[in-house]
């Protein structure tokens, strides 16, 4: 079965440093990756993902993410961080089945500090 | 493009109760799926339905069930509620179809707490 592990409950950056959110993923074929962000009684938004191709894929609000085949890694970069970047973020893995049941990360608090 | 809806917002239910929730996907898209949200699991999936059948089944008891309209809004249901079942259900729909896997996009979600 697949999983996702997001190591860090949370990461702390002032605001104008890069930040990143790290993400590992476990999965049998081809790893269909994606980041969502969730704001305070909000949903989850989506920001990016990787199907296939460039292993630097670019996304919403400026944030981007590396992939790293021989790491299974898929991290969370921005290069500028800002206070509203504030919120949850969930790292997930699409089965591979075919279906598009997504498998996410507990997910990694992100607080930007003035 | 409107985005995924779910109705109610806010629910209050007592232990014992049933309760019945309501998600609008995206126009055109056809797959709706629900994940459930809490402090301690995190996000689990629940089930997926495509074209009216459901595809796919997380690991949840049976008093968890869905269903899925002919113009793709889906419903769950989850019968005789317990403490545990307070959470956030969010659903979330997509094309379902092709090999390249689509994106989800989600709605705001449904805030149950049950007394």
């Known amino acids: 079965a697949q999983s996702v592990a997001q190591p860090e409950d949370q990461v702390n950056v002032a605001e104008g440093n890069p930040l990143t959110v790290k993400c590992t993923y476990s999965?049998?074929?081809?790893?269909?990756l994606f980041w969502y962000v969730q704001y305070p009684n909000r949903g989850l938004q989506f920001l990016l993902k990787?199907?296939?191709?460039?292993?630097l894929v670019k996304g919403s609000y400026g944030f981007e993410a590396e992939f790293n085949k021989s790491q299974t890694s898929f991290h969370l970069k921005k290069p500028s961080a800002l206070v509203s970047d504030s919120a949850l973020y969930f790292c997930?893995?699409?089965?591979?089945?075919?279906?598009?049941?997504?498998?996410f990360g507990k997910g990694t608090m992100l607080l930007v500090s003035p | 493009k409107a985005g995924v809806t779910q109705t109610p917002r806010y629910l209050i239910k007592t232990r014992g109760q049933q309760v019945t929730l309501s998600c609008s996907p995206i126009?055109?898209?056809?797959?709706v799926s629900w994940y459930q949200q809490t402090p301690g699991q995190g996000l689990q999936f629940l089930f997926e339905y495509f074209s009216e059948t459901q595809r796919n089944k997380g690991n949840f008891p049976g008093r968890f069930s869905g269903r899925q309209f002919s113009n793709s809004r889906s419903e769950m249901n989850v019968s005789t509620l317990e403490l545990g079942d307070s959470a956030l259900y969010l659903c979330?729909?997509?094309f379902g179809t092709g090999r390249v896997p689509d994106t989800q996009y989600f709605g705001p979600g449904t805030r149950l707490t049950v007394l």
């Open positions: 997930a893995v699409r089965d591979p089945s075919g279906y598009s049941t997504l498998t």
């Open positions: 979330a729909s997509s």
């Open positions: 999965v049998s074929g081809n790893p269909y």
């Open positions: 990787y199907i296939t191709g460039d292993n």
């Open positions: 126009s055109g898209h056809r797959s």
